[in-house]
């Protein structure tokens, strides 16, 4: 139970963290883009006076004491006021983003778990039969895969797959003569569209899986228990997975949680290339419109994804190791 | 029931030249007896008793020789035959203050899965088994729904002493198995075991650096230096008829024939380095009683009064004086 | 007796070192022995020798690229969006310059900014990671906390949203950004190491004799955890690569300058791929890569050092 408040009071702090950052990073930047934009904001047409003070909020526009500023920032935040985009002008910034979020949610959630498992499950292959074949050439292998850019790999799909050899298409999340509605020609379609992006996640993420637990089991097994276990005539499945994999997983669980940063900053980019109409396309649209309102409450939303994916290994780990469930040393 | 033969252990080393840990040993182990190796660490002890029970990597050591319980020889078998064999012939208790069970699983699940790895057995048997062994080990059975890092050394090292005797093993071997507890913890476990020793009759190979301790319990003793048997004798002569200068000197009365007065004092010196094997006898160098012989020929494991003694002092045929 | 206690195991526990110090050779001699030992079990691990040996290669190019390039980098006068030719083994750009002269001329700048970005981060996480292992107490709370914060918010978002703040994007506003948000998962394991050593015997006993803090850090404790830092720096390095790409790439870095990273971007801008013109974009990204394998074998060489069970057998 204390295990759980810890990790929930962890949870409030990072994301207020996240949420204070994006109120001082504009206004700790020399120069004030936020002028510009308003005038720029001005010259597409009215903004409603509510979403105005919402923008001049994230954007830093001097108006008030900073704690006032700050606390408005706050409570807009809350209501879920972040004001209105300007590269999708007049929809709101949340409106855009709730309409990315499920397309990057389930594409990049989905197979970054799956990459987890299965890289997982090679390691402990890979650490169990050491040096022979597979761990030299996986380990040869996955470090070099790993080693590639997302957008890079991204890149090399789209090129032979889908543009020499025409099996894929070459970006978008479905086809154009589609719209969007829950029929099985449009699920056709986007499964279709998200498989090259898939290859892309699970090609870079399944490396940092597949030799961190392989690492982490290796060291396991020289643990005094796996000796005994041995010595008991357990048998080897057993001390494989029961005795080593599973206390190998420990650390592992942990490892992901902290690498989901990289794994997202990667699909970020991904997105980009494929022009998926996830975040991360959505991300570079800001970029290139320099559209702030949209970049910054992206990042909030990232931001908080990822935290709370934290939460959630940080339970898994409690729940699979009994000295961090009770609290006791670690 | 236990009989080792030339034993040969050589840890392989990637520059090519391997180091003999154990280096010919010669001994058996007969029913119900409570048999103690002593040594100062680094002396093969550890390594030798592992190699009884069939534990070391064949990766890291090349073993050679013969380890025969029950007629069979341990290092003939297929890895499911010595598989089954382990822990139903023959288990172990590893150092105090070891990681010997897995963190994640409750102490009853531990002596489950060793229990389903060699027999079928109903759950609640299985169970009544585990309370009883607790029992047996002066512990309080409700701990058996604990996990390792809820339980004190002492406890776990009792835990662990359960756990070997879960199948009725012929032997167990208990490697430096109250090393890191203290010595109030140290005497009451120690008492315990030879207690259950006494009453369910297994043999015990008891493995400890400590002379004194090992003399209390064990009814007969090998000393071993460098990675051979130097003197072996029943616990109970030992300490009047010592006749190996490295056991003599163990035991702490070791007399120096020059000094006028007899005082107590440690060993000088250091156990060779047995890269490349050593010439002669290995204790030579540390040797009050060191004659020409010691450096050029390696005593042999030969019967004496009352056991077994190696050094040239008791083979009078072979020491020429000059 | 007390003595052995409180010996240093400078290059960890290692084969080698037991036989030097039986050896009863100086203390500087067998510091020195010691030392090269450690390169040797780097050398010795088959996969760091692979990566030693590219990371050699990269770092011959990054000095005398601009000397074997073909071409001079401000010949623009090129048949523009040629593919691949005897002429032009990488093809030529939208605006007609030669890819492989750009690549050659690259290597430089993106390792440079790599490992100046790599050496900062190592810096920051040194300076942290050691406040927060030496001085345990408060100090160490309140910096975990901060490391654990920085750890767990997404290094490329942030990233990209201080980066477009920021009103001039050059090479060095670049390496500050990823400098900043990059230091934190270093500086855990180096605190975590740090606390380790800071609790050896043979510095609680140059505590004792009243060594100060810095004499202790540089003297006692640093030599020891070198294997970790250099393992972290390459790590650094590897996540700067990675970053600078991925940033220039989205074109929050300076386009100006001729990196691995800005030519994918102008690469993906002049549609590269749709006409044909794979080398342009895969070459760079596979420098980026190979790079990047380099290092990471490296490690595992290091990690060999440090973790004698993952030694190869």
Redesign the interface.
Known sequence: MRFILRKLG?LV??VW??IT??FI??RL???N?AEAMMAKYAQQGPVPPQQEKALELMLGLPTGSLWQQYWGYVVNIIHGNFGVSYSFFPESVLSVILQAMPWTLTLVGLVTILQFVVGTLLGVYAAWHR?KKFDSIA??LF??T????Y??IA??L??FLA?IAHWFP?SGGYSGSLSPSLNLPFIESVVYHSILPAITIFITGIGGSLLGMR?NM??T?????I??????????K?VAI??AA??AM?PIVTNF??S???V???S??ME??FAYPGMGYL??TA??N?D?PL??T??LF??IS??LA?FAADMVTGI????VR?G?AR | MLEVKDLWVTYKSRSGIGVSAVRGVDFDIPDNSFLGLVGESGCGKSTLGFGI?G?LDPKRNDVSGKVILDGQDLYTLSKEQL??????KL??V?QGG????????KIKQQFI??MR??SNQSTSSMVDRIAELLSAVQLDPRIMDS?P??LSGGMKQRTAIA?SLVLHPRLVILDEPTTALDVVVQRSIINMLSELQRLQKFSVLFISHDLGLVLEVANRVMVMYSGQIVEDKPASVIMDDAQHPYTKALLGCYVNPHAENVSLKGIPGTPPDLRGGVQGCPFAPRCSFVMDVCFTKTPQLVKCENGLVACHLYRQDEVTVE | MMANQIQKPVSSTHAQDDTLSRLNQTDLLGKIFRRQSAVHTVWANR?AR?GMVILGIFILVAIIGPWISPYSLNNTGFTVSEPPSFAHWLGTTQSGQDVLTQLLYGTRISMLVGFIAGAITIAIALIVGFLAGYFSGWIDDVLS?LM??M????????M???A????SHGIWEIILVMSLTGWA?GGRTLRAQMLTLSRQDYVVAARFAGESPITIIFREILPNMLSYIIANFFGAV?GAI?AE??LE????GNPSITSWGTM?YWA?NGDA??NGQ?AW??AP??C??????SL??IN?GI?AIA?P??Q??
């Open positions: 962890f702090l990072t963290v996240a950052l994006n990073i504009p930047m020399p120069g883009p040096g380990t040869v470090s070099f790993s080693a590639f850019p957008f890079w890149l090399a789209i090129y543009f070459i690492n290796i060291n097994l020289g643990e005094d228990y000796f005994l276990a041995r010595a008991e005539g357990l048998k080897s057993t029961r005795y599973r206390n420990l949680a902290m989901l940063g990289l997202v900053g990667g970020l980019l980009t290339v991300m570079s970029i290139s320099q702030y970049l910054q992206l990042f990232i931001t990822v935290l934290n699979l190791d009994p000295r009770k006791a | 029970a534990l598989r089954t064999l382990r822990w139903e288990s172990v590893l070891m990681n010997a069970f897995n963190p994640v699983l899965d060793v790895a060699h996990y890092h809820e756990l | 996969k692979i906390l654990n914060v750890l767990v918010l997404p290094g490329l978002p942030l990209i949203v201080i477009a703040y920021i009103p998962f590897t990675l790409a991925g790439f989205l074109g929050l994918i993906q791929l749709l794979w974009v895969l990204g596979l980026i890569a190979l790079l990047a394998t990471t074998l595992f990690d973790n069970r993952l190869e057998d």
